[in-house]
């Protein structure tokens, strides 16, 4: 087992232990929801509040370490393992700050949630980008489309390109911190990344084909 997989499985079980030791202090309804002004506008009670996190985190660390191992092509898993480790760790990461944030701000601090995890949207955007560059044929990683699966040199030259773009959309999303529209640009330019490689692996499959015809 890997060093990032083994940090993802010890942030899952320190997840638990902060709510197990925040939980009195918590008060009976709590925010759990902000807007994209990050303004509170969402409540559920103190259980949830405090156990619905960690119970995610668990539930998404069992779930992505599993795939590999259920893939029909999850042999192609050992080309990438590594960056596929690492993106396992930066979405436990991110749902692991989530939860400080939402317990730190019910117990009084009083931080701005937009501000405060937007870092991690653009640290998580980076490492899947790197992820799709590296990744090979599978049914769970990567720019799968009816193209890609149907050719391995379409799949390595669409990945290669969205893995840039999604690189170059947390880059931009990183300048946008301190934006009011932050979600809106992050999501933005997120989309655009994937429209990108969608429709270029349609242009690179037909001209696959051109090319055998030939």
Known sequence: MTNARNISFLLVLLAFAIGVVFYPAMPQQMVSHWNWAGEPDGFVSKE?????????????????????????LGVNYRFFQKEYDKVLLAIILFFFWAHLLVIGYNAGFRVDFSQAIAPLFAVLFFYLG?????????????????????????????????????????????????????????????????????????????KEKKRKKK
């Open 130 to 206: 790197k992820l799709m560059e590296k990744s090979k044929q599978n049914w769970f990683v990567g720019i799968r489309t009816p193209w890609t699966m149907s050719s391995k040199s379409v799949w390595e030259k669409t990945n290669s390109l969205g893995g840039r773009a999604l690189k170059a959309a947390a880059a931009l999303s990183l300048l946008a911190i301190f934006a009011k529209e932050f979600f809106a640009i992050s999501i933005g330019v997120t989309l655009a990344a994937f429209v990108l490689a969608f429709f270029y692996s349609y242009f690179e499959y037909q």
């Open 48 to 72: 949830a509040g405090v156990f619905l996190f960690p119970a995610a985190i668990f539930t998404l660390a069992l779930i992505l370490y599993l795939l590999p191992k259920i893939d029909p």
